[in-house]
């Protein structure tokens, strides 16, 4: 296999070159920016349990739900800036070289960094939606002191507008994503398992639909072998900025 610095140099031609360059994230994106993955050993889900994000269960025990919600969330996740990988990607949007970002982070974090077209496949957690009117309310007016936060127009129980297991993706998201992975031909994976249903099927479908695949990921995942055409083994935060010294510095020697 070649270098990294063959492959980043490939993958920087092809994203400079590409017609129609469209992102995929996942929790890797994110962890430097100090928001744990959910998977492996020190994802999220070796120290709280799932549940408390099964729709059936939060329906049932809401205070439950909340207290861990409020605590990985917001008063964690909350906090929490966007690296240098997000900023990366907002250049390249600023660049006009980037078309769309497909995330399946919930953090807000792309649209802090300045990225304007993202499809969030499962929703946002700076949003909060009632379960009763479906009135939506950002998360920074609602006061989470007092749990579970209600309604401030009916009083109903109120939900993070992010999907718990068991709930279906946002129609909008969805197709929207999966019309894009089929327009893209250059198709950038970062820091994601593939392991869950569906979201793991757009990459397919870009690959299928005739995208070149370029993944960033320390680990090779469930793509790797599969789809991917150049694997860049390293932290988003780390490959990103030299793949866009690369795009730069190629531009300029084209002026
Ligand atoms: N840079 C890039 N990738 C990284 C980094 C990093 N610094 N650190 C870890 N990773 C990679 C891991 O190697 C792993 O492949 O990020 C991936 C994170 O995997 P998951 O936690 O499974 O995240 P993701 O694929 O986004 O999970 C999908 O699962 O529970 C649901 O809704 C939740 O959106 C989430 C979905």
């Not at 008063?75 to 990607?89: R, S």
């Amino acid at each position: 296999m070649p270098t990294l610095e063959r492959r980043l140099l490939k993958a920087a031609h092809m994203m400079r070159t590409a017609g129609n360059l469209t992102v995929f994230t996942g929790a890797g994106v994110s962890v430097e920016s100090g928001i744990p993955p959910f998977r492996g050993s020190s994802g999220l889900w070796q120290k709280y349990d799932p549940q408390v994000l099964d729709l059936g269960y939060f329906h049932h025990n809401p205070l439950d739900s909340w207290r861990v919600i409020r605590e990985i969330f917001y008063d964690f996740f909350g906090k929490a800036k966007p690296n240098a990988a997000h900023l990366a990607l907002a250049k390249l949007e600023e660049m006009g070289l980037l078309r769309c970002i497909i995330t399946q982070n919930i953090d807000n974090l792309h649209q802090e960094a300045g990225n304007t077209i993202i499809h969030e496949f499962h929703g946002n957690s700076q949003v909060l939606r009632c379960t009763q009117c479906e009135q939506h309310f950002p998360a920074g007016e609602i006061d989470l002191a007092v749990l579970p936060p209600k309604c401030l127009h009916c009083g109903a129980l109120l939900k993070p507008d992010f999907i718990f297991f068991g709930e279906a993706i946002p129609m909008d998201a969805f197709h929207l994503s999966q019309e894009a992975a089929r327009i893209a031909d250059v198709f950038v994976i970062i820091g994601s398992t593939g392991e869950v249903m569906p979201a793991n099927q757009i990459p397919v479908i870009a690959k299928q639909s005739g995208a070149k695949i370029i993944e960033i990921n320390p680990e090779p995942s469930h793509y790797t072998h599969a789809i991917t055409d150049v694997y860049l083994g390293g932290k988003a935060g780390e490959i990103m900025p030299r793949l866009m010294r690369k795009i730069e510095n190629n531009l300029s020697s084209k002026n």
